[in-house]
């Protein structure tokens, strides 16, 4: 029989009564509606805020603690697997991601260069994430182009666990790659940035090679790959 309560929910909705009872059973089970039995019939009201606000807090912590037996039973593809995205925030999880996915004493390699559009684009979060990369004793490389330097030095002052080295302006890009774990990013410095995932551990391994040739890295050396005239 239909209750007489559950009519109005049933007229505004236009559904049928055993649609509707079983979508607010499920939502009973969800915790999200609370069911109290009283002499033979059920009075259904919604749950409190703060009470929703807490079973979310408990759902997210468990998914935290599930997460590293997710990833250990993930199995990385043998093919690259290539994203693509769009968007200063795509810039901003990026990096995020990378000091994250990093263990300590890990490196963030990074290789080119953006003029001002990177700190223009991580504003204030670069200081945050950066605090971040230090206090997690994560390491960071990069190379750039001589045209960058009095930039870097006057934007990027954590210097902490951070090595930078300098190419010649012969043949600039106006685009960085970024290197960590097995993934390769490369940002196309656009008004609108395009960000290129590439997740490949051979890929990436090819990158950091790059950083092997320059040989032992010392903090703010600068590297000239022009021979000297003797």
Do not use: C
Not at 41 to 66: F, Q
Not at 85 to 103: C, N, T, W
Not at 122 to 138: Q, S, V, Y
Not at 169 to 190: C, K, M, Q, R, Y
């Amino acid at each position: 029989m239909e209750n007489p309560r559950f009519l109005p929910v049933i007229k505004s909705t236009k559904a049928h009564p055993q649609v509707v009872y079983r979508v607010i059973d499920s939502l009973i089970d969800k915790q999200l509606l609370i069911s109290v039995r009283k002499k033979n019939k059920i009075y259904v009201s919604a749950e409190s805020p703060k009470m929703l606000e807490k079973l979310e807090e408990d759902r997210l912590k468990k998914l935290r603690r599930a997460i590293p037996d997710l990833l250990s039973l993930q199995k990385t593809s043998k093919e690259a697997i290539v994203r693509i995205s769009r968007g200063d925030e795509s810039v901003r999880a990026l990096r995020l991601r990378g000091i994250d996915e990093l263990k300590r004493n890990e490196t963030y390699y990074i290789i080119g260069g953006s003029g001002d559009r990177y700190y223009k684009v991580m504003g204030d979060f670069n200081a945050e994430l950066e605090h971040k990369r230090i206090k997690n004793k994560i390491h960071k490389k990069l190379i750039s182009f001589e045209s960058q330097k009095k930039l870097l030095d006057k934007n990027d002052t954590f210097r902490d666990l951070a090595e930078f080295r300098y190419l010649p302006d012969d043949h600039p890009i106006e685009s960085s790659t970024n290197i960590f774990g097995h993934t390769v990013a490369i940002i196309i410095w656009l008004s609108n940035p395009i960000v290129i995932t590439i997740e490949s551990e051979e890929v990436a391994e090819s990158y950091k090679n790059i950083f092997i040739y320059f040989g032992t890295w010392r903090a703010n050396s600068y590297l000239r790959l022009t021979k000297k005239t003797e």
